[in-house]
């Protein structure tokens, strides 16, 4: 595609589910970036992979968040036991090398009722 | 963390008008960008100046970066109604973390007709 597609737009789950959600970007472009971001403020980053492997997860707020991106393409940020606090839009990014321009996707609206 | 923060939390202008939104940071960087999000949804990356320029222009924007005083301003002239966005700077790091990009806490920028 054109862009960095994230899937689903929008996810309502309850408290103590799990939820998967997922990034696609841009064809050929090797870094790759989950961002967090609470209304009101900026995007605050949780892991960066390049390639197939996470290069900084120091993000990442506990550990009940995982991302994998297993063949260096798409890429899937699992979120175990969500709780009320991670209600939030999670944003991917991508860029096709360090220090470049980074693409963001529409994003994911997460809230945990 | 957020890295930087912006200034004026908030500015409404007449269209026609010119918007200047600053950004002030605490480490030492590679780049900065700036970045343009619409209802809290994807981020529209802007313009990207690298540590070692000083001045950026790309249409009707233009970008400063005094690196001795850790700042940046944005500078939107002829402003239009559809310049109405929250607009964010970011900044890379200097060293590792890939394009790890720290984010302020944005401007919200509104143009009346």
């Known amino acids: 595609g054109a862009g960095v597609s994230q899937t689903p737009s929008n996810k309502v789950t309850e408290k103590g589910k799990y939820v998967e959600l997922r990034c696609d970007p841009i064809s050929g472009h090797t870094a790759l970036y989950w961002y967090r971001q609470s209304l009101g403020q900026g995007p605050e980053f949780l892991i960066y992979?390049?390639?197939?492997?996470?290069?900084?997860d120091s993000g990442l707020p506990n550990d009940r968040f995982f991302a994998v991106r297993p063949e260096g393409s798409v890429s899937t940020l699992k979120i175990q036991r969500t709780e009320r606090g991670d209600s939030a839009v999670y944003l991917c990014?991508?860029?096709?090398?360090?220090?470049?321009?980074?693409?963001f996707g529409q994003g994911t609206r997460l809230t945990v009722v | 963390s957020q890295q930087g923060e912006e200034d004026p939390q908030a500015l409404s202008i007449q269209e026609g008008e010119n918007a200047t939104m600053n950004c002030s940071y605490k480490?030492?960087?590679?780049?900065l960008q700036w970045y343009r999000q619409n209802s809290g949804r994807g981020l529209v990356h802007l313009i990207l100046i690298r540590s070692n320029e000083r001045e950026k222009h790309s249409g009707r924007l233009r970008v400063t970066l005094d690196t001795s005083k850790k700042s940046s301003s944005l500078l939107i002239t002829a402003s239009r109604a559809a310049d109405t966005a929250s607009y964010f700077c970011?900044?890379?790091?200097?060293?590792?973390?890939?394009?790890?990009?720290?984010f302020g806490t944005g401007t919200q920028l509104k143009v009346e007709l």
């Open positions: 992979f390049q390639g197939t492997g996470a290069a900084d």
């Open positions: 990014a991508s860029s096709p090398y360090r220090g470049a321009e980074a693409f």
């Open positions: 970011a900044t890379g790091p200097l060293t590792g973390g890939g394009n790890k990009l720290t």
């Open positions: 480490t030492s960087i590679n780049n």
